[in-house]
T-cell receptor, first 115, second 114 residues
């Protein structure tokens, strides 16, 4: 079975500081991994995804994530936080099961950015 | 752009009512999903469908049913709403590509059962 674990349900950073949101996965097959962002009262928007190939993945809004197989991790980073980054972030792994490819989500990390 | 549209942003229903949540996608995706989102629990899969009239249970199907009569529309039905079904409901769709792919989400429906 596949799963993801997000460490830290709440993270607070100062504007301009490094953002680091942690995600560890469990998968018996090569995983496809995703980060989504949810702004207040909105649906989920894809930030970035890892499928195969380059392990450092760049996404929208200056975010990137690195797939580390040895650590079973896919942590999300941004060098300099902006107030507009305040949102909830979800890590997800794509399940293998017929044609459906359903996503399995972590419990989310709420990012607060302090001025 | 892919568009997934949920018919209501906010709903208030009474305990015992039959509730329909509607979702339409405009990208001819085969897969459609209903998730429930609760604080501290993330997104949990209720039901999904990979074709018209086909459906499979997700992780928390109890108290829910679904209908997919047309490819673009996927409905979630609460047969008899209860207060523990108060939640944010998210619909999503994705194509069948031969491998895992991301899902595209609607704006969500915040349902309150009183």
């Amino acid at each position: 079975a596949q799963s993801v674990t997000q460490l830290g349900s709440h993270v607070s950073v100062s504007e301009g500081a490094l953002v680091l949101l942690r995600c560890n996965y469990s998968s018996s097959v090569p995983p496809y991994l995703f980060w989504y962002v949810q702004y207040p009262n909105q649906g989920l928007q894809l930030l970035l995804k890892y499928t195969t190939g380059a392990t450092l993945v760049k996404g929208i809004n200056g975010f990137e994530a690195e797939f580390k197989k040895s650590e079973t991790s896919f942590h999300l980073t941004k060098p300099s936080a902006h107030m507009s980054d305040a949102a909830e972030y979800f890590c997800a792994v794509s399940g293998y099961g017929g044609a459906t490819n359903k996503l399995i989500f972590g419990t989310g990390t709420l990012l607060a950015v302090q001025p | 752009d892919v568009k997934v549209t949920q018919s209501s942003r906010y709903l208030v229903k009474r305990t015992g009512e039959k509730v329909f949540l509607e979702c339409v996608q405009d990208m001819d995706h085969e897969n459609m999903f209903w998730y429930r989102q609760d604080p501290g629990l993330g997104l949990r899969l209720i039901y999904f469908s990979y074709d018209v009239k086909m459906k499979e249970k997700g992780d928390i199907p109890e108290g829910y049913s679904v209908s997919r009569e047309k490819k673009e529309r996927f409905s979630l039905i609460l047969e008899s709403a209860s207060t523990n079904q108060t939640s944010m409901y998210l619909c999503a769709s994705s194509p069948i590509t031969g491998g895992p792919t991301e899902a595209f989400f609607g704006q969500g429906t915040r349902l309150t059962v009183v």
